[in-house]
């Protein structure tokens, strides 16, 4: 109703919006059930069809990238991020000494990305007292990062989620620090108008935000294949993706892309309290390890970790790599040896619950065909099934 009142001048215009979206309202309190995320979409998508308006939050969110960027550019921000640890320069190793050092200037950076007084518009052009932060800094447990990050686990691929314009000039700052640290990164974006949230379409229109993510690749197809989406990932360190919504995060209508990224990730770090509530405060246990902060309303900066669960098994692209060379060493055997080399094609871990029975299947019919054939050589994909391998990780060994 905000939304309306602020950016439909004519009254009749108004007046027909308003009534529209009351009309959608009391529909939907008929339905069994609807996610309230869903009839925000909806009546959204009203206001801007009738309304003629592709973003009203267009210049708000320039605004609010420029403060934050001027930030950035300031000495306030120098002198929060760059000033020497004098308590915790002590280490045993430069090795161990350069993860203390990164791992502090995470620790400033994701607090920063949460303080809204840096590209907030009613705040003056430097609003930040950096010793005040730098004491509310002090309390914070930033234990999960240590754990997470630790140089033991080797270079991690991670999906990040901002939050906000403004606030995604921080993480970006975030991402160079990780990118530097040898990670990779996939960051997801809006696909279209959600209030101040970035999106798809303002890499374009926004020159503070586009010159931020010149060098990161973007990919537009929503629906990319495991092996496209790897190789993109393996030539280029930050990798910018649509989440395929216009809502908040509702992983029912994300894009196959998003979908792909979270499953080759290794770590989820979310920003914002309404990632808090889908993926901390829920019972769902998800298949990655998933890192949300944000500032409170009291303005008190939070972390949370939530590890994957423990039964998840993740197949790597060199675990898959190997698996398939495996296979093609047979099939060259084969064929050296006068056989007819035959692909029985099936994906296995298609149908959730019933891998089992696509196994006792591809047995009994390749069975008969080998019982049929003397001279083929047959290739059983349930044959190279292993727990915890899904469609997608065969696929990739067959494209091979």
Not at 21 to 29: P, Q, V
Not at 94 to 120: G, P
Request: aromatic share 10%.
């Amino acid at each position: 109703v905000n939304l309306i009142r602020r950016h439909v001048a004519e009254k009749p215009l108004r007046r027909r919006i308003l009534h529209l979206c009351s009309h959608k309202f009391r529909m939907t309190l008929r339905t069994p059930i609807l996610i309230p995320s869903r009839l925000l979409k909806r009546m959204l998508t009203i206001f801007l069809t009738q309304s003629g308006l592709e973003d009203p939050y267009r210049e708000l969110k320039r605004d609010m990238n420029h403060r934050a960027q001027a930030f950035v550019e300031s000495g306030e921000y120098a002198r929060f991020v760059n000033i020497c640890p004098e308590d915790r320069l002590q280490c045993a190793s430069i090795t161990e000494l350069r993860f203390e050092l990164d791992l502090l200037e995470m620790e400033r950076l994701l607090y920063l990305s949460t303080q809204k007084a840096v590209w907030s518009a009613e705040a003056g052009p430097l609003p930040i007292d950096c010793e005040q932060m730098r004491g509310s800094i002090d309390g914070v447990d930033f234990s999960p990062l240590r754990t997470l990050f630790h140089p033991s686990r080797g270079p991690l691929r991670i999906l990040y989620l901002p939050r906000a314009s403004g606030g995604v000039m921080l993480d970006i700052m975030a991402v160079r620090a990780l990118l530097r640290q040898g990670h990779r990164v996939v960051m997801a974006i809006k696909d279209g108008f959600y209030f101040d949230s970035p999106t798809v379409w303002d890499l374009e229109r926004d020159p503070v935000l586009g010159r931020a993510l010149k060098d990161a690749h973007f990919i537009q197809d929503d629906r990319i294949s495991k092996n496209a989406l790897l190789q993109a990932m393996r030539e280029h360190q930050l990798v910018l993706i649509s989440d395929g919504t216009r809502e908040r995060f509702n992983p029912y209508r994300m894009s196959v892309t998003f979908a792909r990224a979270w499953k080759e990730c290794d770590l989820i770090l979310a920003k914002g309290e309404a990632y808090y509530r889908r993926f901390i405060s829920t019972s769902h246990e998800f298949t990655r390890d998933i890192l949300v902060f944000f500032s409170d309303e009291q303005g008190k900066f939070r972390m949370f970790h939530k590890p994957h669960h423990p039964s998840v098994q993740k197949f790597s692209e060199e675990n898959l790599i190997e698996h398939a060379e495996a296979i093609i060493a047979q099939m060259r055997r084969a064929r050296a040896a006068g056989k007819t080399v035959m692909f029985y094609s099936a994906i296995v871990g298609s149908i959730p619950g019933q891998v089992k029975t696509a196994i006792q299947v591809l047995n009994t019919f390749v069975g008969y065909l080998r019982s049929r054939l003397d001279d083929a050589f047959i290739i059983n994909p349930g044959e190279h099934f292993e727990e915890g391998m899904d469609a997608d990780d065969l696929m990739f060994m067959w494209e091979r």
